[in-house]
């Protein structure tokens, strides 16, 4: 088993930056792909950002340019620095790990997930 324990989220105003981490403890010895996806009310999780066990990152569209995703293998960290945000990326923000070394980006093939991050972004 492996559970990940996120922080970082908050409110901040348009324009603004936060920075999300990801702490994986329990059996972190294997090479696991690491996502961020995110949830409003009523919708589906979507992805936001993926990093492969090399270091290789993904982006949705929604991300490119603003987001930037980097983990810490030795930490067993994951990090999402977001910036230039939207009012439209207030989410709750989750942490997922995936039992393969690649990147995918739907939510049903992670096998672990972090308990969630609310990130609020006022206009």
């Known amino acids: 088993q492996v559970q990940l324990v996120e922080s970082g989220g908050g409110l901040v105003q348009a324009g603004g930056s936060l920075r999300l981490s990801c702490t994986a403890s329990?059996?972190?010895?294997?090479?696991?792909?690491m996502g961020w996806f995110r949830q409003t009310p009523g919708a589906e999780r979507i992805f936001v950002s993926g990093?492969?066990?090399?270091?290789?990152?993904h982006y949705a569209d929604s991300a490119k340019g603003r987001f930037t995703i980097s983990r810490d293998n030795a930490k067993n960290t994951v990090y999402l620095q977001m910036s230039s945000l939207k009012p439209e990326d207030t989410a709750v923000y989750y942490c997922?790990?995936?039992?393969?070394?690649?990147?995918?980006?739907?939510?049903?093939?992670?096998?672990?997930w972090g308990q969630g991050s609310q990130v609020t972004v006022s206009p």
């Open positions: 990093i492969t066990w090399s270091g290789i990152s």
């Open positions: 997922a790990a995936r039992k393969a070394p690649s990147v995918v980006g739907a939510a049903r093939w992670y096998d672990y």
């Open positions: 329990g059996r972190t010895g294997s090479e696991y792909a």
